[in-house]
């Protein structure tokens, strides 16, 4: 059983940026797909960015396309997710989770706490 500590979530302004981070314990992750998700208040957990077990193949929503980036160390165990150019409509709890292969995204499993990132305008 896989445990994920997310981290790095913070308050930030528009336009400001953080990275997160999310370690993983209990086992190796090197050969899973790993994600990371959003959930705003309110709303449904929606889908932000995923990455291949070996780094080569990424995904992004359409919403944080060009300003988020995802990557991972299998050293480290640990996955990141740059984020960029923040929008309040970013603000969130952030998950990550892994997944045996990146499709299909309702796969992913073994969600951690989250970590809160607030987006002021």
């Known amino acids: 059983q896989v445990q994920l500590v997310e981290s790095g979530g913070g308050l930030v302004q528009a336009g400001g940026s953080l990275r997160l981070s999310c370690a993983a314990s209990?086992?190796?992750?090197?050969?899973?797909?790993m994600g990371w998700f959003r959930q705003a208040p309110g709303k449904e957990r929606d889908f932000v960015a995923a990455?291949?077990?070996?780094?080569?193949?990424?995904h992004y929503a359409d919403s944080v396309k060009g300003r988020f980036t995802i990557s991972r160390d299998n050293a480290k165990n640990t996955v990141y997710l740059q984020m960029n150019s923040l929008k309040p409509e970013d603000t969130a709890v952030y998950y990550c989770?892994?997944?045996?292969?990146?499709?299909?995204?309702?796969?992913?499993?073994?969600w951690g706490q989250g970590t809160q990132v607030t987006v002021s305008s």
């Open positions: 209990g086992r190796t992750v090197s050969s899973y797909a």
């Open positions: 990455i291949n077990w070996s780094g080569g193949f990424t």
């Open positions: 989770a892994s997944s045996e292969k990146l499709f299909p995204l309702t796969n992913f499993r073994s």
